[in-house]
């Protein structure tokens, strides 16, 4: 296969550790400490999770660790969304094996979860997995939203592992496909084996962290993608000056990416989610607030803007929340009687019906592709696909109409000519930066260390990351200590807790003492792209999220 010039460049890139890593595999010790707790519902938890509950938080240092070398037979998958980086996890893992043990033996398990469920699978060679190294995508093995659920589907991958002699399953995936990884742990201990798993934080969401986890990989390299596009988009709406820009980002629950995009590129109006929800703002007020600034450019003679729309602020409005999480419900409960509805007006007369009147209602003033898109099949997780429906049309429409309504009344004189995007597939796969290479790396090789220490139920942990990788610190966080029990399909369940946009965190604060300058005034800023050579104030940098939070 032909590659690009870049491609080849990249292969030869060596992606950098954090100190304790890169020496010799028998001079990394771990050191353990105190027993820890889930965030909540710990007695509930404690019970679900009796043999991997409560297990202390591991770190690497220098010291001798004779015990590492031992000859491994180790399986991972890519579950869920794309993010940049993936590959450098499996090449990490990879090395970590082959540096321990040239005999150790790395399977890459096809499609997700559903190729250790049905096992198929690859082995990685030297050469394979050269071909990958420092590339965005997850076509090494390819990708699967499955969730292993029933006891057959558990059954299954355990005679997987059995058969293939696996002393350990890795995840990459993001908060669903961990708390997978955090049952499927607790599984193979109570069925008396000593099968490890190991999950990494996976996502651009940037939604699977915590103090321990400082972010998810492709959240970098994602958001430096948007950004630089978000930042062209705006010098040509600056160059041209006729036309409002409504940019849909992805991040199916929580803000963080139209959070870091806004950070960077400076909009008009970046709506955040989160906002929404905690003010209890009403699909009518968002309009109000839009078309409010759209009116005060005008009056300026400014008719043109950037505005950021979060893909899952449609969740986020209480009244659409609410209108969310009952068709959720229904749908789980009448699965086999709504699939066997054909047309969308007998679909839409059973919802409205078996609504409360108030979600009814507001069901009922949305435009008919809206409320297909909302009616749309959940993923296996039980979540709606925010990414299919058009939140930004949604707005465009709403506020062309509010806006006539102004000019009506005198209190609007400008033009609103709005054209819709939406940036979320384009970011998934790109090549990783600078940043996603190294974390993602030092991540697959942590979660290798993780391994042959004998641990299982952990996620690989890489911290420090503001700072140069040299400063950087690696070690394993226990799974349950993320872990809470939420309403998902009707039932209270054990998950990971997404991590949503903090109100009070630097970030969001940073971006509130600016947005009202940043409304009427043009302040684009532009990012540009991705940068892989060059000094390292250019290539190296992390998030601005990621710093605002490691300054507080
Ligand atoms: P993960 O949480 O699995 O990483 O996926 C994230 C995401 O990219 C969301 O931002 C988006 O809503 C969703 O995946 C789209 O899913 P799909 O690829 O199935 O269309």
Redesign the pocket.
Known sequence: MEISALQKARLEYSPKLPPALSGAIDAIAVSFGDPTESIANQAELKQLFAKTYGKPIAAFGKGANPNVGKELRVGVIL?????PGGHNVITGLYDGLKKANPNSVLFGFLGGPSGLIDDEAVEFTDEFIDRYRNTGGFDIIGSG?TKIETDAQFAAVLETAKKRKLNAVVVI?????NTNAALLAEYFQTQGTDIQVIGVP????GDLKNEYIETSFGFDTACKTYSELIGNIGRDANSAKKYWHFIKL???SASHIALECALQTQPNIAIISEEVESKKKSLAQIVEEIADVVAKRAAKGNNFGIALIP?GLIEFVPEMKILIAELNDLLAHNAEYFASLRTFDDQAEFVSGKLTDHSAKVFGSLPRGIRAQLMADR?PHGNV????IDTEKLLIEMVGERLDQMKAAGSFKGSFKALAHFF??EG?CAFPSNFDADYTYSLGFTAFLLIANGLTGYLSSVRNLSKSADQWVAGGIPLTMMMNMEQRHGAMKPVIRKALVELDGAPFKTFASHRDTWAVETSFRFPGAIQYYGPGEVCDQPTITLVLEQQA
């Open positions: 579950s869920g969304g794309q993010a939203r995936g993001g908060d669903d496909s996976k996502t651009i969401d992805m991040g199916r893909e993923d696909q925010v990414s299919l979320g597939y998934r």
